[in-house]
């Protein structure tokens, strides 16, 4: 992984299989949670990794239909907004920008994601 004030770059293309997440330790993101990147259809998200409704990790979640199904008690988000789609949550999950380029995956960590 490598930073510039571009960026950080976290993995290169074709690291991240699609439907699987990658998990960025804060210690690398300088944010104050790990950051999940997610891949699904050929398309990056980055939300925070700790579900706002319980203490779990959404990098061990599933993914499936543009949503991460928290792993804890299958609380759903949309990767693109972080809003929560069904209960036990309520409380939307931060996103991060994220895009691929350069042969890499770039994370954004505090600069919410957008479109």
Known sequence: MSTTN????IADLGDIEDGEALKVPASTTGHGDAIAVFH???TYYALDDTCTHGQ???SDGWI???QVECPLHSARF???SGEPQCMP???AMRTHRVEARD???WLYPGEEATG
């Open 6 to 9: 571009t960026g950080i770059r």
């Open 40 to 42: 699904e259809d050929g």
């Open 56 to 58: 779990a990790s959404l």
């Open 64 to 66: 499936e239909d543009g």
């Open 78 to 80: 949309c990767l693109k």
């Open 89 to 91: 949550a309520t409380l």
């Open 103 to 105: 042969s890499g995956i």
